[in-house]
């Protein structure tokens, strides 16, 4: 798998914390040789710290480049590749990872706020991510190539009373991938979703406005998924040979089924 990804440029969004910091050290576990990381989110000091952890663990045959980037602004998401030093733009792998989930609340009582930072970032992050991405993939010969992995959840497939506007976000990354990848099949550009079940991360600090107390309570007594499980299978899937797609997985911790 490591000769598939050798030479591949990886751009994650949401690498400072959880599921994207372990997409990050997994790819540059696997592939140590000849991989560049472009690794972005809003906290610029935690991708430094990242960037360097994978220098130190495994030496400068991964180049990494941190970018504060925050996905629910349109300007800044708006020719963010283009913007890149020159040999950083040849992305071949999107891992649209970043998102989150603000409060637990019925629908009558969710506040505003939460709604719109909810679905910008989810949703609307999500797609601007991927219109950013895609004239470097259509570029390519024959139609164009690349790989669009988006992180989904349970959530979108499974609504859970209190999380209405979370689950809503999720079924609509769903419906957008999925439509994505009818859009594509002419091309070579892989579009998958992988939905996570329960992954203990910040994911419950941030539901409960940083309350850490009532994150931990979450994971009490239960065995959640590490952010590992989660990057092992999206580094699996961008190491697939080009014609296979796999192109949904669903997975969580059995305590869930
Ligand atoms: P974390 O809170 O640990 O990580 C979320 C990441 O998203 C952080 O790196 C955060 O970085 C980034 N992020 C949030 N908002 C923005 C923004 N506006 N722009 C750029 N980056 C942003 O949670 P997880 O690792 O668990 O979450 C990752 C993904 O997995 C999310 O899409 C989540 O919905 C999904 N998921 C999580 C599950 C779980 O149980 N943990 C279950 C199912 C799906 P920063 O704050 O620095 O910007």
């Not at 990872?97 to 992050?125: C, K, Q, S, W, Y």
């Not at 409960?208 to 239960?222: H, L, R, S």
Request: aromatic share 6%; with cysteine.
């Amino acid at each position: 798998m490591s000769r598939r990804l050798a030479g591949k440029t990886i751009l994650i969004t949401g690498a400072s914390s959880g599921i994207g910091r372990s997409c990050a050290l997994e790819f540059a576990r696997t592939a140590p040789q000849d991989l560049r990381l472009v690794l972005t989110a809003r906290r610029e000091d935690r991708l430094k710290e990242l960037a360097q952890q994978i220098r130190d663990e495994v030496g400068e045959g991964v180049k990494v480049l941190p970018v504060a980037l925050d996905v629910s602004d349109p300007e800044q998401v708006k020719g963010f590749v283009e913007r890149l030093p020159e040999e950083w733009r040849g992305v071949d792998v999107l891992v649209n990872n970043a998102g989150l989930v603000r409060g637990v609340a019925r629908a009558p009582e969710i506040a505003e706020e939460d709604i719109n930072v909810m679905f910008n970032t989810n949703v609307t992050g999500l797609i601007h991510m991927t219109q950013a991405i895609l004239p470097i993939f259509k570029a390519r010969p024959n139609g164009g190539a690349g790989d669009i992995i988006n992180i989904g959840s349970i959530a979108g497939r499974e609504p859970y009373a209190g999380g209405s506007i979370y689950c809503a976000t999720k079924a609509a990354v769903r419906a957008f991938t999925d439509a994505l990848r009818k859009e594509l099949i002419d091309t070579r550009i892989r579009v998958m979703e992988i939905d996570p079940g329960q992954v203990e991360t910040e994911f419950s600090i941030v539901r409960y406005y940083g309350d850490k107390a009532k994150a931990d309570a979450v994971y009490a007594g239960v065995d959640p998924l590490t952010p590992d499980d989660i990057a092992e299978v999206v580094v699996f899937v961008a190491g697939r040979p080009q014609n296979v797609v796999v192109a949904d997985t669903l997975i969580f911790p059995s305590h869930q089924a």
